[in-house]
């Protein structure tokens, strides 16, 4: 399975930014594809996620409201919509593949060693 992301840039604190995740093949069944950010300096951590099979979608705390995950199934593709970026949402992007209900049963869903296939990162920088 391979994992591309759509390029980041910087963008002013308070605009938009998509981000999209193509898979090579959407994954296999029960599958989520989820998208990690990791800021200078820390560790990387689960921004949102969804699956493939029932739509269901989670985000963490500090996007809800502001970012919006959705998937293209017939293009394999997952998009990542963020509004009224802030500055501390600057990190590199990351999106990552997994069974659904693996995470699910195991709790793991934020949990990066959960996470089985990779994109190579995009980096999104929000100015003040």
């Known amino acids: 399975v391979q994992l591309v992301e759509s390029a980041g840039c910087l963008v002013q604190a308070g605009g938009s930014l998509g981000l999209s995740c193509a898979a090579s093949?959407?994954?296999?069944?029960?599958?989520?594809i989820g998208w990690f950010g990791q800021a200078p300096g820390k560790e990387r951590e689960g921004v949102s996620c969804i699956s493939d099979s029932d739509g269901s979608t989670y985000y963490a705390d500090s996007v809800k409201g502001r970012f919006t995950i959705s998937s293209d199934n017939a293009k394999n593709t997952v998009y990542l919509q963020m509004n009224s970026l802030k500055p501390e949402d600057t990190a590199v992007y990351y999106c990552?593949?997994?069974?659904?209900?693996?995470?699910?049963?195991?709790?793991?869903?934020?949990?990066?060693?959960?996470?089985?296939?990779w994109g190579q990162g995009t980096r999104v920088t929000v100015s003040s």
């Open positions: 093949v959407f994954t296999f069944d029960d599958s989520a």
């Open positions: 990552a593949a997994a069974k659904h209900s693996v995470l699910l049963r195991r709790r793991v869903l934020w949990t990066r060693l959960a996470w089985d296939y």
